[in-house]
């Protein structure tokens, strides 16, 4: 028997060694001990990070739902998989079972089917966090179809821009969305993307807030009649194991976001055992993930992991602030959760409101607590320790992405001791290396440097969806033979990693990764502007906020630089959304540049945060002049 729960120190460190001495071996123990195949795998492992290429448990057969669902109906039949609690506190959960979160899969694949889907077509679900995104999501996957879910607070660009880069048949959407108080128009964002999507000829629509919708003859159609009439179970679609699951977009430093592709079966072993073991997952548990599913944590940990491990995940449709900043704490309480995962910006949002409205739940319940998405500050960290886990429910700092498809460093809980602001070790099978900026590996403790990892890992994305030449250059070009994550770390004396943060052109912002180049794209559009450029600058609820330096064309006199603020920000909220909107604007003579061109963002980077005063040498600067002249108009 393989150790497939890991329950104490030791057996960590036992368990870690066998995974990277030979791991083949390993993985190949977890796979055949824990999911249900079609065909077994002839090759466990073949890799080449030059060219890149992996590949899993090749020669293997399987359906990612056979395992998620079907597998557990007769032991699990009755178990709530899907425990989804809507945006309104006074409407009433609902229980869906895995018998019948299976007959709904079951027959929304046919839907899918009975529209033309078939295995390899590409389908866009864009759509709030109801339960037809989970369900949907499941059905693309029961019949082969690539699921891309683009979150639902993109703009109707951003949303073109993905359809048409993935080339999706049909999109999957509903009439509009709750968020806390107001309702937002999902069709009608879809309608206006769907202007420059020639490639899309179906439209489902689910029904959420009843709003009056125009449904485009011959192309739109309301989902349940469909769902009313389809037969309730659907035989899966063998796939082979490095067959496409799903194209998560995420975005880069320059260009285009990143279509990250993940194939099937090695996705399925690693987001199901990374699931049980760093949240240490017991039969009868209710976990949370407060993340959408528009990101890849809500698909590895709400929907794939979960679901393969039988578990019951609940889903909720709202904002952490709506009613009020107790309602995380109020769904707690009422569902009983024992696992919770959120993000470091939203704890420090609600840690701003006090704990009162924490006082007022009995959050008993609670084993284990969880973060993501960005490093946490260590006030937050504290905060959340002493006060929602009582000092009692160990913190598991996990750090990961899209990219990697799972939590590739974290601690494990009951396990791992803990450590304020560090992910500490990596989970099983992953092996991590610093860098330093000659490429060369450190391989002593207490350094910082550039974090790669060395070895392929079950889940890591096989290529960018039709740019393989991109996905080679961003991510292993950096060192030789090594995967390179854009994030910096550093290691302490005992081997615990803390990650620093991106080393790159991207920013996080409350755990949304934004590219810079994209944001400045908006801004140029604005028939006043010369050229811009975006940094990041600490905020004590978002981690970072942005702040965007804009010379405009002329002398830039006589303009309303009020009005110009509001009209650049409408403008990054079309064409990216409101998640990309920038906290200050200032306005510049011009921007510092190398002589060869490039603007200095280094410098730019330290006038924001107000650490003008140590700029160093800028005399090489083609224009070192527009600098005195940036940091006396700070805004
Ligand atoms: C950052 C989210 C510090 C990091 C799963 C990474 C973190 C990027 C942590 C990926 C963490 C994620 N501590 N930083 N625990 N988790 N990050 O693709 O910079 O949305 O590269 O995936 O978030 O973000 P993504």
Known sequence: MSNYHIKSFEEYFQVYRKSIENPKVFWEEIAEEHF?????????????????????????????????????????????????????????????????????????????KSKGIQKGDRVCIYLPMIPELAVSVLACARIGAVHSVVFAGFSAT????????????????????YRGAKTIDLKGIVDDALEDCPGVDTVLVAKRIESDINMKTGRDYWLQPLLDDAYGDCVIEI?????????????????????????????????????????????????????????????????????????TTVMY?????????????????????????????????????????????????????????????????????????????????????????????????????????????????????LMDENGKELSNNQVDGRLCIKYPWPSMARTIWGNHQRYKDTYFSAFENMYFT????????????????????????????????????????????????IVGFPHDVKGNALYGYVTLKGSGEGRDHDNLRKEINQLITDRIGPIAKLDKIQFTN???????????????????????????????????EVVQDIKDNVV
């Open 36 to 112: 249900t195949w079609r065909k077994k795998w002839h090759n466990v492992l073949s890799w080449d990070f030059t060219k890149p290429e992996v590949k899993w448990f090749e020669g293997a057969q399987l359906n990612i739902t056979e395992n998620c669902l079907d597998r557990h109906l007769s032991t699990r039949g009755d178990k709530t998989a899907i425990l989804f609690e809507p945006n309104d506190p006074n409407a009433s959960a609902e229980h869906i079972s895995y018998k019948q979160l299976h007959e709904r899969v079951c027959k929304f694949a046919n839907v899918l």
């Open 158 to 177: 951003a949303l073109s821009t993905r359809i048409n880069d993935c080339d999706a048949k049909m999109v999957i959407t509903s009439d509009g969305s």
């Open 239 to 311: 796939m082979d194991a490095e067959d496409p699951l799903f194209i998560l977009y995420t975005s880069g430093s320059t260009g285009m976001p990143k279509g990250m592709l993940h194939t099937t079966a090695g996705y399925m072993v690693y987001s199901a055992y990374t699931f049980k073991n760093v949240f240490d997952y017991r039969e009868n548990d209710v976990y949370w993930c407060t993340a959408d599913i528009g990101w890849i944590t809500g698909h590895s940990y709400i929907v794939y992991g979960p679901l393969a491990n039988g578990a």
């Open 317 to 433: 449709e709202g904002v952490p602030s709506y009613p009020d900043f107790g309602r995380f704490w109020e769904i707690v309480e009422k569902h009983k959760v024992n696992q919770f995962y959120t993000a470091p910006t939203a704890i420090r949002a609600l840690a701003k409101h006090g704990t009162e409205l924490v006082e007022k739940h009995d959050l008993s319940s609670l084993k284990v607590l969880g973060t993501v998405g960005e490093p946490i500050n260590e006030e937050a960290w504290h905060w959340y320790n002493e006060n929602i886990g009582k000092k009692k429910s160990p913190i598991v700092d996990t750090w990961w992405q899209t990219e990697t498809g799972g939590i590739m460093i974290t601690p494990i809980p009951f396990s791992t001791p803990t450590k304020p602001t560090y992910a500490t070790l990596p989970f099983i099978g992953i092996q991590p290396a």
């Open 486 to 533: 854009g994030d910096g770390a550093l290691r302490d004396e005992v081997g615990y990693y803390r990650i620093t943060g991106r080393v790159d052109d991207v920013i996080i912002v409350s755990g949304h990764n934004l590219g810079t180049a994209p944001i400045e794209d908006a801004i140029n559009e604005h028939q006043a502007v010369a050229e811009s450029a």
């Open 590 to 624: 011009g921007l510092p540049k190398t002589r060869s061109g490039k603007i200095m963002r280094r410098i730019l980077r330290k006038i924001a945060c107000n650490e003008g005063e140590q700029l160093g040498d800028i005399s090489t600067l083609l224009n070192p």
